[in-house]
């Protein structure tokens, strides 16, 4: 049996949910219960704040935040 990744290193982070390999949704994780065996996402616009299990079969993975050394155009 697989061992399942441990969902505490998300905790804070932008991510996206999965199941069966398709696109949910994405949120930040608000929290990561001390078990590891589940998560919250944020509200987000329309989307309310949600528990995700990791029995219910979903992945996580992280989405990677826009580099901060981006330079902007200069004003005219």
Not at 64 to 74: I, K, S
């Amino acid at each position: 049996m697989a061992r399942k990744a441990s969902w505490s290193q998300f905790s804070g982070k932008h991510v996206e949910l999965r199941k069966d390999g398709q696109l949910v949704r994405t949120g930040f994780v608000k929290d990561v219960l001390d078990s590891d065996e589940a998560l919250w996402l944020e509200a987000e616009r329309f989307q309310q704040r949600i528990l995700i299990d990791k029995s219910m079969g979903f992945t996580i993975r992280p989405i990677a935040d826009p580099p901060m050394n981006l330079r902007l155009p200069a004003a005219v």
